[in-house]
């Protein structure tokens, strides 16, 4: 499943199989920034429009989700998977313990590292996410897991950006940690109900257990869930959750939404506009891509960086 924040197009592929002495930073010339660029991403100008040294940290970011997303998602051997999320274990352990950078992106995260206190245990977080979805490949692909399981993958994949994006935002107190939880869960829950369609192709369903038994969905295979009738039903209660959480990050900053969080108001602007059109279509089309238009999200990004929120 892509990471909290990523709405993307394929990047040039990377494989999972490991030369010795080749790491995955390595398999690709792509700076930070273009990675974000070429991607599509609703984030792109929240981060675009960032001081410079703060717009470094949060492409690098940006870039490690990427990599470490497209390791698991990659058709290959989840053996091979797995030794390639190790690898990327090992060049975040060298990068805190003064080991050199092992190419431009880990360089890249050793200055946003070094500059903004960036904690090790969230992008290890974010491996274990990774992980997740390996493992459920060798289980016959991750599908209808319980909730307890959702909310803790949410919690790696995309509760640990926003742990990562807070530093960088210069707000690292106990309200804005948990706007950054919240946020992160809503964005993530929005991403599957975004991706059902692309993640049944990975043999991959999101959607919890318990919210397919009460919509009267017995069946945990991606094809069979997504043709029952009672699948908007499911989709609707986990709307409901996203909206939860929503709403949890709002009251968690209250009014304090601007300055230095302002990027993270806009991508929350974004993707609750997104969930609202999601729920509009009323996932009776799965293949018709829902999306918020770039023009519409440098918009959004603007009037968060001047002060003025627009509504959601």
């Not at 100008?45 to 990659?74: G, H, T």
């Not at 993270?264 to 999601?278: E, G, N, Q």
Request: charged residues 25%; proline residues 7%; glycine residues 6%.
């Amino acid at each position: 499943m892509t990471p909290p924040p990523l709405e993307t197009a394929p990047l040039e592929p990377i494989s999972t199989t490991l030369p010795d002495k080749k790491t995955p930073d390595t398999a690709s010339p792509a700076t930070a920034k273009s990675v974000t660029a070429k991607s599509g991403s609703t984030f792109y100008w929240p981060m675009r429009l960032l001081p410079a040294s703060k717009r470094a940290a949060m492409f690098a970011i940006y870039a490690f989700c990427r990599r470490i997303d497209d390791i698991a998602d990659e058709p290959g051997e989840p053996a091979a998977k797995r030794a390639a999320l190790d690898v990327w274990r090992r060049d975040i352990r060298d990068l805190y313990v003064g080991g050199a950078p092992s190419g431009s992106l880990t360089a890249a995260l050793r200055g946003a590292i070094e500059r903004y206190g960036l904690p090790r245990a969230e992008f290890e977080a974010l491996i274990d996410g990774m992980a997740m979805d390996v493992a459920g490949e060798e289980a016959g692909g991750m599908c209808a897991p319980d909730l307890d399981t959702l909310r803790l993958y949410c919690r790696r994949v995309a509760g640990a950006v926003g742990m990562l994006a807070i530093r960088v935002f210069d707000r690292a107190d106990p309200a804005t940690e948990r706007f950054a939880l919240a946020l992160g869960e809503a964005l993530q829950l929005t991403n599957i109900l975004r991706d059902l369609a692309e993640d049944a192709e990975l043999d991959r369903l999101y959607l919890p257990r318990e919210l397919l038994l009460a919509a009267g969905i017995t069946s945990d295979r991606p094809a069979e869930v997504l043709a029952h009738p009672a699948l908007p039903q499911a989709c609707e209660a986990l709307a409901d959750l996203a909206e939860t959480r929503f709403a949890e990050a709002r009251a968690a900053i209250g009014g304090q939404a601007r300055g230095s969080l302002w990027a993270a108001t806009a991508m929350m602007v974004l993707y609750h506009r997104l969930l609202r059109r999601l729920r509009e279509a009323g996932w009776r089309d799965l293949n018709a891509r829902v999306r918020v238009g770039r023009r519409e999200s440098a918009w959004v990004a603007v009037r968060c960086m001047l002060g003025l929120p627009p509504a959601t």
